[in-house]
């Protein structure tokens, strides 16, 4: 490290999630933390600190430091609001029953188109604005509330935008294989046809996405389907991911770890064979408690398989209007642990370092490390057990993105 650095912070414990660095968390008590240029330059024990004038010190009160989380599956950009399903679905009725009969994704779609680039951004604000209070530094965002061209290109746009005005890293996913969109009622394979041919050539052509997604179900699209999405993602060089396994085993998961996907998400159906596939290629699984736990599902994916296989395993909202209408990405920490059985170190590690594997940005974040982005969360705690064990009063005394302080006033 060089005499000088643009930011030093002392007084402070270091939760790295750095695998490198022994016990839970990665941690490093009474660190130092030195930043230059937006990353990291020096991280470890304050009492081996090299000599370094910085241009600002921050006395971390004796907190924790944490990466930037990290909500690596949301729908975040949609029209309108379903709460009236969730009435339904108190009553009685399943998602799945709600979705065939025309409500479900298919309501979103038809609130979508009809909002215009403005009002979808609107609405998309306050999401995004719960999760960044949090500690939030990165979000990926899909579409899939389109379903046809113009519409998938107005979400993906207006998902890039919100990067443009909040302190926030967004990637972008297209999910244009979320539904059958009413036009094609019946002719699944032809729509198949439209999204191969134009809707993810055209996304490829403006760089809207930065992978590419689908939705594996009976109610949506088959694994045959889904094989020729990810045929046309790879011609295309972006990487794939897929919503396998959440209401039935589809064996999506076995075709998506032989694409090497990047992730397998939701994955309450897999199977041993399926886990060893996932480790045999690295695919990462994204555990979605929130789905499970509004959906009121009872099977869980199975988190000690997964564990058992080495599988890395990241934890995210699923925001969406339907089965995850909650903006909290702590709030799945804590049902990760409660209703998963992660420990508290592990769903750290699901909103950090494996949520930036699952995104394909491990190399630039999701652990605190020399070299990787400065995006950081100063905790007033005096564990990070409390981050996944308390929810509303513990909030961040400091975020840091790019190294910048943009702790909202
Ligand atoms: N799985 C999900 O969790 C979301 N999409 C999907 O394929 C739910 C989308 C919705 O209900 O609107
Ligand atoms: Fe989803």
Not at 63 to 88: K, M, N, Q
Not at 287 to 308: F, H, I, K, S
Request: one cysteine or more.
């Amino acid at each position: 490290m060089t005499e000088r650095c643009d930011l030093l912070i002392t007084n402070v414990h270091a939760a790295t999630m750095d695998p490198s660095v022994s016990g839970a968390y990665g941690a490093v008590e009474d660190a130092a933390v030195a930043i230059t240029g937006g990353r990291i330059v020096w991280l470890g024990p304050r009492r081996e600190l090299p000599h370094c004038a910085a241009d600002h010190n921050i006395d971390g009160e004796g907190g924790w430091l944490t990466p930037g989380l990290i909500d690596c599956h949301t729908h975040l950009v949609y029209g309108g609001h379903r709460a009236s399903e969730f009435a339904r679905r108190l009553g009685g009725e399943s998602y799945t029953e709600v979705a065939l009969s025309g409500g479900g994704i298919l309501s979103t779609v038809r609130a979508t188109r009809a909002a215009s680039a403005e009002q979808l951004y609107r609405a998309a604000e306050p999401r995004l604005r719960a999760l960044l209070a949090e500690g939030v530094t990165t979000v990926e965002i899909k579409s899939g509330y389109g379903l046809d061209l113009d519409t998938e290109l107005k979400q993906l746009r207006t998902a890039r935008r919100l990067s443009q005005h909040y302190p926030v890293a967004i990637t972008t996913t297209c999910l244009a294989a979320h539904a059958l969109p009413p036009e094609y009622e019946g002719r699944a394979d032809e729509y198949i046809d439209l999204v191969c041919e134009e809707i993810l050539p055209a996304v490829a052509r403006e760089q809207l996405a930065d992978a590419v997604d689908m939705f594996c179900e009976s109610i949506a699209f088959s694994v045959r389907q889904c094989q020729r999405v990810i045929d046309c993602a790879r011609g295309l060089d972006l990487p794939v991911k897929v919503h396998a396994e959440q209401l039935s085993r589809s064996g999506a998961t076995a075709m998506a770890a032989g694409a090497s996907a990047l992730s397998v998400d939701h994955v309450e159906y897999i199977s041993d064979e399926d886990v060893a596939a996932m480790a045999a290629s690295g695919t990462v699984a994204v555990l979605l408690p929130g789905a499970y736990y509004t959906l009121r599902e009872t099977q869980r994916p199975p988190v000690e398989t997964l564990r058992a296989a080495g599988v890395c395993m990241a934890l995210s909202t699923d925001l969406n209007p339907g089965s995850c209408p909650i903006a909290s990405l702590r709030l799945m920490m804590n049902m990760g642990c409660n209703l998963f059985g992660l420990t508290p170190a592990e769903a750290l590690a699901g909103v950090t370092r494996s949520a930036a594997r699952a995104l394909g940005m491990c190399c630039s974040r999701g652990a605190l490390r020399p070299g990787l982005r400065a995006d950081m969360v100063l905790w007033p705690m005096d564990t990070p057990d409390q981050l996944a064990y308390e929810i509303g009063a513990l909030q961040p005394a400091q975020i840091f993105f790019g190294g910048r302080d943009v702790t909202a006033g």
